[in-house]
């Protein structure tokens, strides 16, 4: 979807706000107690809710452009026993509203597509992670090996400056996805700067 506003956002919400991904893109991934952890294209806040069972003292920052969406994200967090701790705010993954080197993770779950300027989030993700912080994509359906948007996607990380830790696939139900967990590639950006 190109477009996403007031009318997308509530369908979004209606039919995929809690979309199995969410809790597919955390499974098996350890976050730590006090973490920073910052969700670009948020839409519901569903994964920072699931990241809020293992991150007990830290901040959940949630990010989405659409500003009924980032409506929807407080009024489903309002009544969750980590509501203090989860915070969503407006903004793009081309402008995070985020200080430098925050950030012990980042989740892209499923918005990646949607960015306006992959390039520019990419920069601005490896902004605000700290040398020690992680990206984590999520896509649902994920991309066939061998196949050009599978190879764009990963030459576009690497040019970013990130580097593989992890792909894997995941699956509940009848919905599929991959998971991919990437580093700052510290060489790599040096050699950007
Ligand atoms: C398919 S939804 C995924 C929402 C949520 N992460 C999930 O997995 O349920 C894509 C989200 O990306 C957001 N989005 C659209 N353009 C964006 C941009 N330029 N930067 C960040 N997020 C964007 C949309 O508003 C929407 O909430």
Request: charged share 25%; proline share 3%.
């Amino acid at each position: 979807m190109s477009q996403w506003d007031t009318e997308t956002a509530e369908w979004y919400a209606e039919k995929y706000g809690n979309y199995d991904t969410n809790e597919l893109g955390l499974e098996a991934l350890t976050l730590f107690e006090n973490a920073t952890v910052v969700d670009i294209g948020c839409g519901t806040g569903c994964a920072l809710r699931y990241a809020s069972d293992q991150v007990t003292s830290g901040t959940l920052i949630g990010i989405d452009p659409v500003p009924r969406m980032v409506e929807i994200a407080i009024e489903q967090t309002a009544d969750h026993p980590s509501t203090g701790r989860i915070e969503f705010h407006e903004g793009s993954a081309e402008e995070i509203p985020i200080e430098n080197d925050t950030a012990d993770f980042v989740f892209a779950f499923d918005s990646f597509d949607h960015w306006h300027n992959q390039a520019l989030g990419l920069k601005e993700i490896h902004r605000i992670l700290k040398s020690s912080g992680q990206l984590i994509v999520v896509k649902d359906g994920g991309l066939p090996n061998g196949s050009e948007a599978k190879d764009a996607f990963k030459q576009s990380l690497d040019k970013a400056g990130f580097k593989i830790k992890e792909e894997k696939d995941f699956k509940k139900g009848s919905v599929k996805c991959t998971r991919w967990i990437y580093s700052l590639d510290k060489q790599a950006s040096r050699l950007m700067s």
